[in-house]
């Protein structure tokens, strides 16, 4: 029979080769390669239990959000004609279990007929995300603004046929950011349009039993239309990225 000391050394080493066998065959994408992805906003984990702080913009992102002084609707005209509202924000809807978490926006015509129609920023933003979360999501874009209330806003454009921006880059307002899509043919075309008040990415889910960051878009946009009139002038984010001289605010 073995001493008590021996066996312990004997259970030990078993261990460590089952450790180093371990280590050998773990995938490597369960390793620190994983983490970072193209598509998922900075440190965010591709899989795997949502930690929020991976969510938040970083300091060099934060600085960047540029101030948006108004906002308008997101497709059709400026205005937002042409347009209209297929399921508006917090409904009930009973099949998929929670309150819609947007706007459903659709072209007139109905159906498919709006399948690749402009979507436009809703207002001057940093492109902070750009990825497809799910299939049934699709194509997401994700705009953060700084509104003239001092409010943190982000603005969340889904289902969409294309991506036309690259995250990380200054938009203004009423610039394509993509196009509708119908994300994956799981639904007729149209923009699902969110507006949230929040420092961070989450996509979240498009229904929910509690609204959390999120906002009327529609209401939203409508208040935030109100800017001040000085504030009306073209947008100097517009002509700086179209390469004009810069113009001094008043
Ligand atoms: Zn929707």
Redesign the pocket.
């Known amino acids: 029979m073995l001493k008590p000391s021996a066996n312990l050394m004997f259970l030990l080493t078993l261990a460590g080769a089952a450790l180093i066998v371990a280590l050998g065959v773990m995938p490597l994408e369960h390793g620190v390669a994983r983490l970072q992805n193209a598509d998922e906003p900075l440190a965010m984990p591709a899989a795997g239990e949502l930690d929020h702080r991976f969510h938040l913009l970083s300091a060099w992102q934060s600085a960047s959000v540029p101030d948006s002084p108004r906002f308008d609707p997101p497709m059709g005209s400026e205005q937002g004609a042409l347009v209209y509202n297929a ?1 508006k924000f917090w409904e009930m809807n009973e099949k998929r279990g929670g309150h ?5 926006l659709n072209g007139i015509g109905g159906m498919n007929t709006d399948l690749g129609d402009p979507i436009h920023a809703a207002a001057d933003g940093l492109v902070v995300y750009t990825g497809e979360p799910s299939p049934g999501w699709g194509n997401i874009v994700v705009l953060a603004h700084k509104a003239p209330d001092g409010r943190k806003l982000h603005s969340m454009y ?1 289902h969409l046929h294309r991506i036309d921006v690259t995250r990380g880059s200054l938009v203004a307002r009423g610039a394509r950011v993509g196009a509708a899509g119908t994300a994956n043919g799981y639904y007729p075309a ?1 923009l ?1 349009f969110e507006m949230r008040a929040t420092e961070g990415v989450d996509i979240g889910a ?1 229904y929910a039993m509690f609204p959390l960051n999120r906002l009327d878009p529609a209401a939203t946009v409508a208040a935030l239309r109100r800017a001040a009139p000085d504030r009306h002038s073209v947008s100097p984010l517009a002509l700086a990225v179209a390469g004009a001289a810069p113009v001094s605010r008043p």
């Open positions: 399921q819609h978490t947007g706007d459903d889904a149209h699902h498009g």
